[in-house]
């Protein structure tokens, strides 16, 4: 799974699901599985906000890059609760999943937001990954495109330019996470398609033959193999098989 000459990315999405004792525990399991993987592709986890420190400490020296989960768009002020891009930057994370569904279907976020903490994560040097899809109504009203064109588009409104490397896409249906619904090749590739034709008319079409998009739809080693051979998909945003080394690995090794 090399398409154009980009790199595949994995990355997995711990949620609120680990604490730090047992993120570390993971990690002991997991980076021995992958040590091999390393030169093929890159590979990312994605703790929970209080781990993040214990888990950049554990990773240091090891290929797997450190993601964040989230992050708010200004660099600092009275934001109870939040966190900063610059704090993450400090703390070592590399990448960070913006406008995750559950972000903006449980937390309401807007398209708007979503837009300015994309700017916030490259004003600071962490690649954003812009998780943009359709509810389960939308997909059924024939809407799909049109929705996910208006996330990509708000989401990158405040970036002027990009190499592929300083930013990556995510497409998650989420009528297909958790429902027992699942999305087809078919559907998969003309979602991930249009988001690289969409990216061409916003940077040209090198920049957008870079750029990573990743499929973030309830990912397993059993459902991955099709995807991922898909021709403008390129790696996987994984959610519940992260947290199982044996399933992530078995993902991870399908990039190879």
């Known amino acids: 799974m090399r398409h154009d000459g980009r790199r595949p990315l994995l990355v997995g999405n711990w949620k609120m699901h680990l604490t730090e004792r047992w993120s570390l525990a993971l990690l002991d399991d997991l980076l021995p599985r992958l040590a091999d993987l390393t ?9 929970s906000l209080p781990c993040l420190r214990a888990v950049a400490d554990r990773l240091r020296g090891a290929a797997i890059r450190l993601a964040a989960q989230n992050l708010h768009w200004e660099d600092k002020g009275p934001f109870t609760g939040e966190v900063s891009a610059r ?3 400090e703390i070592g994370v590399e990448l960070v999943i913006v406008g995750h569904s559950e972000r903006r279907n449980l937390f309401g976020e807007t398209d708007e937001r979503v837009g300015k903490k994309v700017v916030a994560a490259r004003r600071h040097g962490i690649v954003p990954i812009l998780c943009v899809g359709e509810q389960e109504s939308e997909r059924d009203e024939g809407r799909t495109l049109e929705v996910v064109e208006r996330q990509l588009r708000l989401g990158l409104s405040g970036i002027a330019a990009t190499d592929g490397s300083d930013l990556a896409i995510a497409y998650e249906p989420v009528w297909a996470i958790g429902t027992g619904r699942f999305a087809s090749v078919a559907q998969i590739q003309e979602v991930h398609r249009m988001i690289r034709e969409q990216l061409a008319s916003l940077y040209g079409t ?10 973030g739809g309830s990912a397993t080693p059993e459902s991955a193999p099709d ?9 996987a945003l994984v959610g519940q098989a992260s947290l199982e080394p044996a399933r992530f690995e078995a993902i991870c090794r399908l990039g190879t």
Do not use: C, K, N, T
């Not at 030169?39 to 703790?47: K, Q, S």
């Open 227 to 235: 995807i991922v051979a898909l021709e403008d998909v390129d790696g």
């Open 206 to 215: 090198r920049s957008a033959a870079s750029v990573r998009i990743l499929y």
């Open 87 to 89: 704090m993450l930057a």
């Open 39 to 47: 030169g093929a592709l890159d590979v990312a986890v994605a703790p």
